[in-house]
């Protein structure tokens, strides 16, 4: 369902998805501005379709944990050893460790709190490029 989207201040996961006033606070009284101080949020569709809101007071919600998924991780880490022999009871060994050869990037989980502001944003990302040398003398 998710893609990874840049847009102009930030990386977002839910490209079409809008934030909207939850639809029950047509419900909440307006006895003491009850009603001016109610912040839930609902998502819907592009077309303006219901997707999630949040339950009923009192009741339970019935999207499961972990429904959501963020972005797939992708990395590709290699390594090469020389071994050179000295003599017959040493050797020299040089070793190069490379991760996240591709130099891709592993954006983090969505931000999935509907009642959040920045729900859908990626706000973490890594996967950097490392290059590791390593000499030793075996004996």
């Keep these: 369902m998710g893609q990874v989207t840049k847009v102009a201040n930030g990386v977002t996961y839910f490209p079409g998805l809008q934030q909207i006033t939850d639809p029950a606070v047509a419900g909440v ?6 009603s001016g101080s109610f ?4 998502i819907t569709d592009s077309q303006g379709k219901l997707l999630l809101a949040n339950p009923a007071p009192g009741q339970v919600g019935s999207l499961g944990l972990r429904w959501i998924q963020g972005p797939p991780l992708l990395g590709l880490d290699i390594n090469l050893i020389k071994r050179v022999r000295i003599t017959e009871t040493k050797e020299f060994e040089l070793r190069v460790d490379a991760n996240n050869i591709l130099n891709h990037p592993n954006f983090g989980n969505p931000i999935v709190n509907i009642n959040s502001t920045s ?5 973490a990302a890594g996967g950097n490029r490392i290059f590791v040398m390593n000499a030793r003398l075996n004996f």
């Design 29 to 34: 009284s307006a006895l003491n501005a009850l």
């Design 39 to 42: 912040s839930n949020k609902a």
């Design 119 to 123: 729900f859908g944003r990626i706000t």
